[in-house]
């Protein structure tokens, strides 16, 4: 049984930084990709970035030049590092990690005040 987890959310003012984690139970690379969404209270769940099995990685239009993903595979963990927080950013981040099936974390809270 795969198990993410995350951590690393807060309360951060405006401009602020952050810095979740997602711990996987096992290889990062027994997995295809990798990838953080988040949800907003009222609103669909929406894919913040992906990375791929071979580093590729896939930004939503909102966070690219803020966020960057990366991963240490001796961890067994991705990094999600956001800079330039908005108040927008607000939401519960989750890590996904796809495979023979997708797997989901617990996710982590971010708010951001203005």
């Known amino acids: 049984q795969v198990h993410l987890v995350e951590s690393g959310g807060g309360l951060v003012q405006a401009g602020g930084s952050l810095r979740l984690s997602c711990a996987a139970s096992?290889?990062?690379?027994?997995?295809?990709?990798m990838g953080w969404y988040r949800q907003a209270p009222g609103k669909p769940r929406e894919l913040v970035v992906i990375?791929?099995?071979?580093?590729?990685?896939n930004y939503a239009d909102s966070v690219k030049g803020r966020f960057t993903i990366s991963r240490d595979s001796a961890k067994n963990t991705v990094y999600l590092q956001m800079s330039s927080l908005k108040p927008d950013d607000t939401a519960i981040y989750y890590c996904?990690?796809?495979?023979?099936?997708?797997?989901w974390g617990q996710g982590t809270q971010v708010t951001v005040s203005s």
């Open positions: 996904t990690a796809w495979g023979s099936r997708d797997y």
């Open positions: 096992g290889s990062i690379f027994n997995f295809n990709a």
């Open positions: 990375i791929t099995s071979g580093g590729s990685t």
